[in-house]
Nanobody, 117 residues
């Protein structure tokens, strides 16, 4: 079972980045999918999450209106479009897949996003 994030990098304030997460050896369609981030010296926090049913997506207040999460069950991938990036968005971004029955919780290794001039 594997989640692999990609798309991180260095971007100037106000810029954009698109992150991708590719799942292998399991099918994301029955999983709740989320993006988390962890900034240096801080705890990991939830950025965005979408249910397995593909309903509404919820966002952290700090990213509402700037980030958009989507999922493509056919490709077994999730995405995070990030716009109007700020220095405080600098963090390692992690992809997460979770289901409650049976209990499963998978993490990727993360991709680093650095917002700096």
């Amino acid at each position: 079972v594997q989640l692999v994030e990609s798309g991180g990098g260095l971007v100037q304030p106000g810029g954009s980045l698109n992150l991708s997460c590719t799942a292998s050896e399991f099918t994301i369609s029955t999983y709740h999918m989320s993006w988390y981030r962890q900034a240096p010296g801080k705890e990991r926090e939830l950025v965005a999450t979408t249910t397995s049913a593909g309903g509404s997506t919820n966002y952290a207040d700090s990213v509402k209106g700037r980030f958009t999460m989507s999922r493509d069950n056919a490709k077994n991938m999730v995405y995070l479009q990030m716009r109007s990036l700020k220095p405080e968005d600098t963090a390692v971004y992690y992809c997460n897949a979770k289901k409650y029955w049976p209990n499963r919780n998978y993490w990727g290794k993360g991709t680093l996003v650095t917002v700096s001039s």
